[in-house]
């Protein structure tokens, strides 16, 4: 079955920095690849998401780009905000069994003043 | 207000007794999915349904039970608890799965502590 790997578990940054989480995955066969953001005490939420047809997705300060060959996609969120402090999760579905979601082990990412 | 509820939000209880999570949504969803979070695990599949009468087991299956009777409600069901069953549980509905826009939107969450 399909395996996610995210990096780092936790990520510290200054605001204005910019932040970056990475996640691997091991079946070829994936197509879809959202990121789920949750604030502490709060259900996940989605705030991007990419199919594998494509390279790069962007949505305000917060961007995805695929690597299909390397199996990897990242997640970059440009001029943090204290407000984008939470846990960020990756995942995965693979088009061999497009009913299972697969989650990478998310990261915390601390935006600090 | 589209939404998916879980019920109870918090449940205490002790090792075999049976308990049920309920989970329900409006937005007339053909896919549920439970979910349970751990510290360090992430988030990891119990069980998930395609459409009703459809269900089908994720990850971690051992120990819960799932029925879909009807297309808005998705129990998970632990008829027998055990302390490593102690976690917080999301369940999550969708249109489908593997699209864009097709967003699972998660319920608040059931703390769940078995002692």
């Known amino acids: 079955g399909e395996n996610v790997e995210q990096h780092p578990s936790t990520l510290s940054v200054q605001e204005g920095d910019s932040a970056v989480i990475k996640c691997t995955y091991s079946?070829?066969?994936?197509?879809?690849f959202p990121w789920y953001k949750q604030e502490l005490g709060k259900r996940p939420q989605l705030i991007i998401d990419?199919?594998?047809?494509?390279g790069e997705k962007k949505d305000q300060r917060i961007a995805v780009t695929l690597n299909k060959t390397a199996k990897h996609f990242s997640l970059h969120i440009t001029e943090t905000q204290p407000e984008d402090s939470a846990v960020y999760f990756c995942a995965a579905i693979s088009a061999g069994t497009a009913s299972k979601l697969t989650f990478g082990t998310g990261t915390r990412l601390q935006v600090t003043l | 207000e589209a939404q998916v509820t879980q019920n109870p939000r918090y449940l205490i209880t002790v090792t075999g007794k049976k308990l049920t999570v309920t989970c329900s949504q409006n937005?007339?969803?053909?896919?549920m999915s439970w979910y349970r979070q751990d510290p360090g695990l992430g988030l990891r599949q119990i069980y998930y349904s395609m459409n009703v009468e459809v269900t089908d087991k994720g990850d971690v299956p051992e120990g819960y039970k799932v029925s879909r009777k009807e297309k808005r409600n998705f129990p998970l069901i632990l008829e027998s608890p055990s302390p490593n069953q102690t976690s917080l549980y999301f369940c999550a509905s969708s249109l489908g799965l593997a699209a864009p826009g097709y967003e699972q939107y998660f319920g608040p969450g059931t703390r769940l502590t078995v002692t």
């Open positions: 990419i199919r594998s047809n494509v």
């Open positions: 079946d070829s066969a994936s197509n879809y």
């Open positions: 937005m007339n969803h053909e896919y």
